[in-house]
């Protein structure tokens, strides 16, 4: 599922002249959005030979429509984990709080009268997981691995499997995914692999997937830029059949390459 260097494409990324070039896209595409009023992720990505820091940059616009969003940047420590101990997964929200969970970080702990969030599956722990920055989803580690969404349609939906949802069976969301790459993964090729992996296992939902009488396939599934100092990489996943376990793919993009995922799927073949 992890592709070889793929040949260049024209869909979704463009090869580029000079590294002015790819400041000029991520210009236009900024001016683009607030002129729009824009109601949707779109991600924005750059490889190392086309910026002109000589390494890989990511970006996007987390567009909530007329959701109330959290937006606090939340540090998330690095931290020793006792043997045996589990890494929880949740039901993340989009409005304040997006989670109740001190285990995760301090900033996450309950205040004003805030209930702990319960859990919707677990996975076992690793000895040690890295700090880094977080949002609505994973932003960037201490490693310097980087993570940008954009919500994307599919043929599938899925969703969570939380006690007002007896439908639901399935328990990684793209924003546990996208944490649990950074607090364990120092390269884009670790993170890509490792979410796979855990959505397959755990079964992937998406937040926008209506109901099962009346699903919303234009935004049941996810693509994410994630790039590491030298590497840049695009990512796609969507629940599986019968609302569970769930597809994916990842692609390296060439190092002289702009990548653009306004939601849809970019890789092709």
Known sequence: Q??????PLTIGRYSLDS???ARLSLAVLAAASAATGA???TVVAVGKDASATGHPMVAHTDDSGTATTDVRLVR????????GSTRKLYNWKIGYPRVVAPEIAPDYAPVHGQKKFEPIGEIPQVAETYAYWDMDYGVQNEMGLSIAESTCTAKTAGWPATPDKPYGYNRASIEDLTKIALERCATARCAVELMGKIGVEQGFY???????SDPDFSDSSEALAVADS???WTFNILTGK????AIWAAMRIPSGHVMAIA???TIRK
């Open 39 to 41: 109601l949707a992720c």
């Open 206 to 212: 998406s937040d926008d997937c209506g109901s099962p």
């Open 230 to 232: 030298e590497e840049l």
């Open 263 to 265: 939601n849809s799927f």
């Open 76 to 83: 998330v420590p690095r931290t020793k984990w006792p043997k």
């Open 242 to 245: 019968n609302n569970a376990s």
């Open 2 to 7: 992890v592709g070889p260097d793929p040949t």
């Open 19 to 21: 590294a002015r070039m």
